[in-house]
């Protein structure tokens, strides 16, 4: 298909591979689509929209796709870096083997979510919003989450290394088989949270932490 910048709903299409090298994809609407193996590199896709769409070997990299919503898309093999996806809304969605650095997902917000295998060093989810969520034999370096709140979502076989969860907010969520060597809980606070096979004092700071 031959991508026209002027159309602006694509429905139960598919974006074949190809570079979009400082091109704008801003205000797009994909649902039931598929887009494989495409390139964000230097460009925009801001405002955009998509349901039930397939999100395959997407590499993003210095975009600013910022304000976007997403309801039960998935996504394969995603590698981000240098880029800012802020103030988007995730819902329903499924994230598998992605791999990101230097990056923001700050102010975003998170429903029914899953994360599984990913690898992250120094993406930044500040002030972001996570209920029912599940992350899975996930690995992050320096992944930072301050001011967030967490609920009913689940940690499994996790490395948390050196993750920073200053003054975020844990309400009924479990930490099950998870590495937390040099993590931060600085005024965290944990309400109804379960820690199975995991010591929470593998943390580098807990000062000022409550447990309701």
């Not at 844990?170 to 820690?195: G, M, N, Q, Y």
Request: hydrophobic share 35%; aromatic share 14%; glycine share 4%.
């Amino acid at each position: 298909m031959q991508e026209s910048p002027k159309r602006k709903v694509l429905i139960h299409e598919t974006l074949p591979g190809r570079d979009l090298k400082q091109k704008d994809m801003s205000g797009k609407c994909l649902v039931g689509s598929t887009v494989q193996s495409i390139r964000l590199q230097d460009a925009r896709c801001r405002f955009l929209r998509a349901q039930n769409t397939r999100f395959q070997n997407v590499s993003i990299d210095q975009a600013l796709c910022d304000k976007g919503y997403y309801q039960d898309c998935n996504w394969g093999n995603l590698q981000i870096q240098d880029s800012f996806i802020t103030e988007s809304h995730f819902s329903g969605c499924r994230f598998e083997k992605s791999e990101g650095k230097l990056s923001s997902f700050g102010l975003s917000t998170f429903y029914d979510c899953k994360f599984k295998e990913s690898r992250f060093s120094e993406i930044s989810f500040s002030g972001s919003w996570w209920q029912a969520c599940r992350f899975e034999n996930e690995d992050y370096f320096f992944v930072r989450f301050p001011s967030s709140v967490f609920i009913d979502t689940q940690f499994t076989k996790c490395r948390l290394q050196k993750a920073i969860f200053r003054a975020a907010t844990f309400i009924r969520c479990t930490f099950e088989s998870c590495d937390l060597t040099d993590s931060v809980f600085h005024k965290a606070r944990f309400i109804d949270t379960e820690w199975i096979e995991t010591d929470i004092h593998q943390a580098a700071n807990l000062e000022e932490v409550r447990y309701d």
